[in-house]
């Protein structure tokens, strides 16, 4: 799975969408993140087909929403994400949010899904240590991927270390935290003396910390530079400077009470 990719949540509908994706692979993007819930998958599909880059150099993401747990609904769905995607696999489909419905069947039938062989993985989003945990009793399959909100305000370090011991690929959304701490000064310092934007610094803390993140930009500006942070490399200093700033503080759903 691609290090970087570009969130759609929030990004609307029709060509303006299509658009981005179509800059994001320009740009060198290479994952796209899309969901249901998001309403935009035809566009992401369209944008994909369009982008000139062949198919299977692009990791497609999608998502099953809460109204589709279950095994039979949750197979239906599967097929339906396709269908507005209008590709011929996905390459990674995750169970949303852990709240809603009958997770274990519903994970039983991704499982299923994956082994028809129209999606290559599978995972969870908003998935705490205790849903996994309850997971791995249930099933022998160990999800690909936990896709949680991460960003130096976020720092769900315990979560981050269960899921690297299990072999739980870590991907962060909300990674530059919504745009809601730009102007913090300990970012803003780290990214003057890179002379890069504090968004980048963002990306690349999570880089460093062996995550995916898949930043969200409508702009072909923001798209590229969000893009821009392979080459330069924060300090071990740096980054505990970055690490130091998690308050908890949260800019999307908190799943800790969901039972
Ligand atoms: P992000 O942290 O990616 O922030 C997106 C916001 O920041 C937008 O308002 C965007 O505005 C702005 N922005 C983007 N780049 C820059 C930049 N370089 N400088 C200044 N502002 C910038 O938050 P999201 O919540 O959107 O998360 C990203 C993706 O993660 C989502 O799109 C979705 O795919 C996924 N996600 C998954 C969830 C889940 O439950 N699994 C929950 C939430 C998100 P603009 O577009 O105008 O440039």
Not at 141 to 150: F, I, M, S, Y
Not at 174 to 192: G, N, W
């Amino acid at each position: 799975m691609p290090a970087l990719g570009l969130g759609v949540w929030q990004a609307g509908t029709g060509p303006r969408v299509v658009q981005a994706v179509a800059t994001a692979l320009e740009t060198g993007y290479r994952l796209i993140d899309t969901a249901k819930l998001y309403g935009n998958e035809a566009e992401v599909g369209e944008g994909v087909r369009r982008g000139g880059v062949p198919r299977e150099e692009v990791f497609v993401t999608t998502k099953l929403w809460n109204d589709d747990h279950g095994r039979a609904k949750a197979k239906r769905a599967f097929e339906a994400r396709r269908r507005r995607l209008g590709l011929d696999y996905v390459d990674l489909y995750l169970i949303h949010w852990p709240g809603a419905g009958e997770r274990i069947e519903t994970w039983k039938a991704l499982v299923e899904i994956a082994g028809e062989g129209k999606c290559r993985s599978i995972g969870v989003s908003n998935f705490t240590i205790d849903h996994l945990e309850e997971l791995a009793r249930a099933s022998d399959v160990v999800p690909a991927v936990n896709q949680v909100e991460l960003h130096p305000f976020l720092f769900q370090r315990e979560l981050i270390d269960y899921c690297q011991r299990h072999g739980i690929q870590v991907q962060a959304y909300s990674p530059i935290a919504r745009a809601s701490h730009l102007d913090e000064p300990t970012v803003v310092a780290i990214a003057t003396a890179h002379r890069r934007s504090a968004a980048q610094v963002m990306l690349r803390w999570s880089l460093q910390h062996g995550l995916s993140a898949i930043p969200k930009s409508i702009h072909p500006e923001r798209i590229r530079e969000n893009a821009s942070i392979f080459d330069f490399e924060l300090s071990t200093a740096e980054m505990a400077r970055l690490d130091a700033l998690s308050s908890g503080a949260r800019v999307a759903w908190d799943p800790t009470g969901v039972p």
